[in-house]
């Protein structure tokens, strides 16, 4: 069984930062892109960035400039650096293959912004 592992989410204040990161087995890291989905409670599960094996990065358009996703080679690992979060930005975050395989989905890590 595919265990992919988030982590890191936390209570964050309205326009505070948080870094989730996900955990992912090397035989899925090395061979796909990979992402950070939110789902909001009562909300479909949305891509919120991505990130290819080249390391070139694509954001949705609302998080642009304030998201940093990176992968680590070293530790399998992929990293959401999130900035200036929003309350709209509350929610589970999964991380997951571009596409993603329903296989693979976590537990997901829960980031709550509230003052």
């Known amino acids: 069984q595919v265990r992919i592992v988030e982590s890191g989410g936390d209570l964050v204040q309205p326009g505070g930062s948080l870094t989730l990161s996900c955990s992912v087995p090397?035989?899925?890291?090395?061979?796909?892109?990979m992402g950070w989905y939110r789902q909001a409670p009562g909300q479909q599960r949305d891509l919120v960035a991505r990130i290819n094996l080249y390391h070139a990065p694509t954001y949705e358009d609302s998080v642009k400039g304030r998201f940093t996703i990176s992968r680590d080679n070293a530790k399998n690992t992929v990293l959401l650096q999130m900035t200036s979060v929003t309350t709209a930005e509350a929610g589970n975050y999964y991380c997951?293959?571009?596409?993603?395989?329903?296989?693979?989905w976590g537990q997901g890590t829960q980031v709550t912004v509230s003052s």
């Open positions: 997951n293959t571009w596409k993603p395989n329903d296989a693979f």
């Open positions: 090397g035989d899925i890291f090395s061979r796909w892109t």
